[in-house]
């Protein structure tokens, strides 16, 4: 912790390393570039999105190439600009849930005895009261609007990450280099933000392209439910104008096919993103993924057990059970 | 015995946790919360029904501590206030017509992809590397991503609508008689293909995997290479040593992955105007009916616990070290 800047800065080089060197990773990184993007340079690029342009529910065509919703708005125009407050909402209550869910996952880890027994208590209830139906009758109650929504959103959330953070930092708590801090002298604060969370940051990260996926998904949900604010444009609304125009019963397929696309491809991409930075950051599954290399280079077919070291005799038997 | 108490004693708690919230939710809203309610329903709803709302939310000149009892009181008798959309007949009556379908709904789609998520989970993990195991979850990680209700729409414009194959909506056709009529239940059948198979389809994906990965170090271990070299038939090793110990984690996320399945379909029911939930908590929100709303939160929640409650009974069947601990 002598030179943190190049210790960030390393830390850095070896995400993108990562990026770089599987397919994985580089497709939900290329999608999440290509999605923020348009959410940050698509608007200036189309139309306004409320704006009236033509017959309602017109199909694709070379003036609209999404076609016209039911009010005879421009779709694409409408899906360009829905992924702005779609993808803010998202990442925020991406970021949001895993801070709160650290805060007090870390507390109850560390602290351990009756704090660590009441937080505990507090995220398993939330855990166990359904989300959607809980956000549901939150947002109800309040204003409707990206700030609720979010909120909302927190709230039926954080308990996840709280336990699973919780779960890893008991597990660093009784290993040595956090003993010998406390023997040290360290304050519980440094110790925390300095040996403890340091070692939980591929956790981290992945906990925040998990909650990202989360709030879009149930962000829409809500939307659709006409608990957004349904005069906005995001990809809940558009749905929800889709359903309330009755476009499946019309047979117009555009008016929500591309915003369902959409958001199951930054989905999808987060996921990969996701997979691809465990694969990096879990040394059990690169070993393995190696092995597997090594065996097939030797000509042998790979065995069905996780990697442990074994030497190549070892791995004879193994092939002629599989064949069988 | 005792593990049981605990358990149960923790569900009390969580149901306390949703009752209480429900209390002081109309009372989070800016300014007095009598006033605020009734402000949006003047004109819709008559003075006695506004006395009712009043009364069963305890929304009186009392001391706060007095009205929380009053209330209390009256969810302990199932008295959830009286419905405005659906006035003047009770909550809990209104809920009671579509908790039915919403039970039978989530609770066939969760255990049909449980099922067969798990076995492909089996499959993937046994033949690794092989067909199942490379195409499978990378698929359904893509349509896990789709949101269920999207999907709903998908399967109901391309099945419904254009090829004609199942019915566009409704949990049964108008002209049979509901009873246990061969008929009857063909025709629930047959209305149920779509709703339960897009959530199938959307959480299939969570089970395969959940599966895959234990069953993957599960066959790392002594007992079943033991189990192999003792010359078992590979059907027996896979599923009676395995997979039987691989399944605990599956069932564990099983509670958890209900109040989820609920949550999304709830929005499915709505797709398919299915006489459920999700179709009187759209109700609910468009004609802002709070009671109505804060009925199905409570008792979709109180399903979810009961629910939790009993995956731990099999849970505690499954395995014997929550057994041993116990005793």
């Not at chain 1, 970021?95 to 009441?118: E, H, K, N, Q, S």
């Not at chain 1, 349904?230 to 104008?241: E, F, K, P, Q």
């Not at chain 2, 429900?22 to 007095?32: I, K, Q, T, V, Y």
């Not at chain 2, 691989?246 to 379909?265: E, I, K």
């Amino acid at each position: 912790m002598s030179e943190p800047r190049t210790g960030a800065a390393a830390g850095l080089a070896a995400w993108v390393d990562a990026v770089k060197h599987d397919k994985r990773a580089a497709f939900g990184a290329g999608v999440l570039v290509f999605f923020v993007l348009v959410a940050v340079l698509g608007p200036l690029l189309v139309g306004d999105p409320t704006e009236l342009v033509g017959v309602p529910m017109q199909p694709p065509s070379a003036a609209h190439w999404l076609g016209t919703t039911g009010q005879g708005q421009d779709v694409l125009a409408q899906l360009v600009v829905g992924t702005r407050m779609s993808l803010l909402i998202g990442f925020s209550v991406g970021l949001i849930v895993v801070f709160v869910g650290a805060i007090i996952g870390v507390t109850a880890g560390y602290f351990g005895g009756r704090i660590d027994a009441f937080l505990s208590l507090l995220f398993n209830v939330f855990l166990v009261i359904p989300g959607l139906p809980l956000a549901i009758v939150i947002a109800a109650y309040l204003p409707s609007g990206p700030l609720t929504l979010a909120f909302v959103l927190v709230i039926a959330g954080w308990a996840w990450n709280a336990r699973v953070l919780r779960a890893q930092t008991l597990a660093h708590r009784n290993r040595d280099f956090v003993s010998a801090a406390v023997v040290a002298g360290e304050s519980s604060w440094r110790i925390i933000t300095s040996e403890i969370l340091p070692n939980m940051t591929s956790l981290i990260v992945s906990q925040v392209i998990g909650g990202t996926v989360y709030a879009i998904g149930a962000q829409v949900g809500l939307e659709f439910l006409g608990l957004g604010d349904v005069s906005a444009v995001t990809w809940g609304t558009n749905l929800y104008w889709a359903q309330n125009d009755s476009a499946l019963l019309t047979g117009a397929w555009w008016t929500f096919a591309p915003t369902g696309l959409a958001i199951a491809l930054v989905g999808f991409g987060l996921t990969m993103l996701n997979s691809g930075f465990d694969e990096i950051t879990n040394p059990r599954l690169r070993l393995e993924r190696a092995w597997r290399a090594f065996l097939l280079r030797r000509g042998h077919v790979p065995g069905r057990s996780t990697p442990v070291v074994r030497d190549d005799t070892a791995a004879g038997p193994q092939t002629a059970r599989d064949n069988a | 015995m005792r593990y049981l108490l605990k358990r149960l004693g923790f569900y009390l708690l969580a149901a306390w946790v949703a009752v209480t919230l429900n209390f002081f939710l109309p009372r989070l809203m800016p300014g007095d919360p009598a006033t605020a309610l009734f402000a949006r329903f003047r004109g819709m709803l008559g003075p006695e029904a506004l006395e009712a709302l009043r009364e069963t939310f305890g929304l009186t000149d009392a001391p706060l501590i007095v009205q929380y009892f009053t209330y209390l009181g009256h969810v302990l008798k199932g008295d959830l206030g009286i419905s405005v959309a659906y006035f003047p007949a009770p909550v809990l009556e209104v809920i009671g017509t579509g908790l039915v379908w919403t039970l039978f709904l989530a609770g066939t789609a969760l255990i049909v992809s449980f099922v067969i998520g798990t076995l492909l989970g089996v499959a993937a993990a046994w033949w690794r590397f092989g067909r199942i195991d490379t195409f499978v979850p990378p698929a359904a990680a893509l349509i896990g991503a789709f949101p269920y209700f999207w999907l709903a729409m998908v399967a109901l414009y391309v099945f419904g609508f254009k090829l004609g194959w199942f019915p566009l909506g409704h949990a049964y056709s108008d002209y049979v008689t509901p009873g246990f009529s061969f008929t009857f239940v063909a025709d629930v059948v047959r209305h149920a293909v779509m709703p339960v198979g897009t959530v199938v389809i959307a959480t299939l994906g969570g089970w395969l995997l959940t599966m895959r990965n234990t069953m993957v170090s599960v066959l790392g271990r002594d007992y079943v290479n033991l189990a192999r070299a003792k010359g078992l038939s590979p059907r027996k090793v896979a599923l009676r040593y395995a997979a039987r110990n691989a399944l605990l984690p599956s069932v564990t996320g099983f509670g958890m992955a209900l109040g989820f399945v609920l949550g999304g379909s709830l929005l499915t029911e709505i797709v398919f105007s299915y006489p459920g939930q999700g179709y009187l908590l759209v109700q609910a929100v468009r004609s802002q009916d709070y009671p109505l709303m804060q009925g199905i939160f409570l008792v979709i929640t109180l399903a979810v616990l009961a629910a939790n409650f009993i995956v731990d009974l099999v849970s505690m069947w499954l395995d014997p070290r929550i057994r041993e601990s116990v005793s």
